[in-house]
């Protein structure tokens, strides 16, 4: 068996079938699937085993992140290489079978990922370079543009670059395994940026194929879970880039610099308070649509303020709020 292919799905199974077509359609080396269904129905999931009964299928009932869902799948992995890929992707070209030349042509790479693209052909991720607590905050205020060619991104062919973008990747699955696989302590990211980030400081090489390209939907939907997604994000963010320089798998929250998260964490502060007094003033001339949109966002403002400066870890604030918003 030459790759695992660890694909986590939240009960969308039309989105899922196109993804699973591509692999079928664009893939030649030997592959094994496996799907994390979390919290599919009963039909979706009877309807999956009924038109895959190729793959194998982990069902997550539990409330779970990005990766513990994708643990589940790895602890399965019977394959050389792991491919981790997100359900919202579909493949133009073998991708699969390109990136597995790469490690096979290149035996210093632990790691590489494509060329990852919007549908409409816009540039999504190519590589990625080292993030810093100053370069998260620049990215908390949308001023980080991964599109542009730097010394690790979207540079020609196969090249070097330092970390990772979980929407898609080929890993050795000896390396992964004695790495931890993904590091829970961060249930939605940078679990992605921390892993390619612990890789690189270890003497694995991280690598980019700018000749291998897939489409990758991403953020395509909001709905109400944002209100706790977003805080989760942040506060494992917060975690992540104040550990840095004690960076370990699993990560847990004891190492961080007090000084870089307090600082950190007054500047996030802020930009939310702003963020939650704008969506509080709810003019008399806005439609419904509009006023749902804006409670949604002065919600989740709140919610990333309250979960700052606590103790709990991200699956901890995220199974919390779950329960608050679903309670409701």
Known sequence: ???????????????????????????????????????????????????????????????????????????????????????????????????????RNHPEAAAVQPAIFYPDGRRQTCGRGPWTPGRYLRHYLGLVDETKPTQWTWQEGFFRTWSLNGACFLIRTEVFRSIGWFDETYTFTPEDVALGTLLSRRGYGVYADADVRIVHIANATASALEAAI??????????????????????????????????????????EALRC??????????????????????????????????????????????HEIKGQ
């Open 1 to 103: 068996m030459e790759v695992s292919i660890v694909i986590v799905c939240m009960n969308k199974p039309e989105q899922l079938r196109v993804c699973l077509e591509s692999i079928r359609r664009e893939t030649s080396v030997s592959y094994e699937i496996i799907v994390v269904a979390y919290l599919f129905s009963e039909e979706n999931l009877a309807r999956l085993r009924a038109d895959y009964p190729d793959i194998r299928i982990v069902e997550s009932r539990e409330l779970r992140g990005f990766s513990e869902n994708n643990n589940l799948g790895l602890a399965l992995a019977e394959g050389e290489y792991c491919f981790i890929v997100n359900d919202d992707t579909w493949m133009e070209m073998p991708v699969i079978d390109a990136l597995v030349a790469d490690l």
């Open 230 to 271: 977003k805080p989760t994000r942040v506060r494992g963010s917060l975690i992540f880039y104040s550990s840095l320089s004690h960076l370990d798998s699993p990560q847990g929250a004891d190492r961080c610099n007090r000084l870089v998260y307090a600082g950190m964490g007054l500047f996030v502060g802020c930009y």
């Open 277 to 322: 007094l704008k969506y509080s003033l709810i003019g008399p001339g806005c439609d419904e649509a509009v006023r749902r949109r804006r409670a949604l966002m002065h919600r989740t403002a709140r919610n990333v303020l309250r979960s700052l400066f606590t103790r709990k870890l991200p699956k901890e604030i995220f199974t919390d709020l779950y």
